[in-house]
């Protein structure tokens, strides 16, 4: 009988050298699938989407928990990129990156999430991304010129706080912290 088997049906796993059995109990053992690769679950924009030019807080939720120091956003050639911060945060549910863009408006967007050779968001198994191209449309409506509004846009930010500062700016009641315009 394998060691397997003997576990599963709950007989000793080994037998103690003066004759009883070591362990007559049988365990359960959780293994992570570190052997899984990460998938891209959402973004917003959505993939194809019109969205308003200006202040745009771009999202990428992966299927499983991601490394906080892991992230490769690249562009295509040829493909208009966002203006963006240099780098992005990862929120509370350790799946979902959020990096505050620019956007002017009617242009097209391309960006790639893990495209070879960066192959930087990872998961806690050190598992590289699967790649992922985010293509998006901006509108000629007016732009969204503060990051409150630009939050409220994905339905997905909508109840959080600003992603920026660590108590978010609806601790103020305000789009700007006192003192600031």
């Excluded at 049988?26 to 973004?43: D, E, G, L």
């Excluded at 799946?95 to 863009?101: D, E, M, Q, T, Y």
């Excluded at 997905?156 to 700007?176: C, F, R």
Aim: net charge positive; hydrophobic share 35%.
């Amino acid at each position: 009988m394998t060691l397997g088997a003997s576990a599963a049906m709950g007989k000793p796993l080994a037998a103690h050298p003066k004759g009883g059995a070591l362990d007559t109990e049988t365990s359960v053992v959780t293994v992570t699938a570190s052997r899984v690769v990460p998938k891209v679950q959402s973004t917003f924009p959505a993939s194809g989407a019109k969205v308003s030019p200006g202040l745009l807080v771009l999202r990428v939720t992966y299927d499983t928990r991601m490394r906080p120091e892991g992230w490769s956003y690249a562009q295509e050639a040829g493909e208009q990129y966002p203006d963006c911060a240099k780098a992005p945060r990862l929120l509370d549910d350790k799946r979902s990156f959020v990096l505050i863009c620019r956007t002017l408006p009617g242009k097209r967007y391309a960006v790639w999430f893990n495209r070879p050779p960066l192959n930087d968001f990872t998961s806690f198994g050190r598992r590289a991304a699967k790649p992922f191209e985010l293509k998006f449309v901006t509108s000629e409506d007016e732009p969204v010129r503060t990051l409150t509004e630009a939050m409220r846009a994905d339905p997905a930010l909508s109840t959080l706080g600003n992603p920026v500062e660590p108590d978010g700016l609806a601790a103020y009641g305000q789009d700007a912290p006192p003192g600031e315009p």
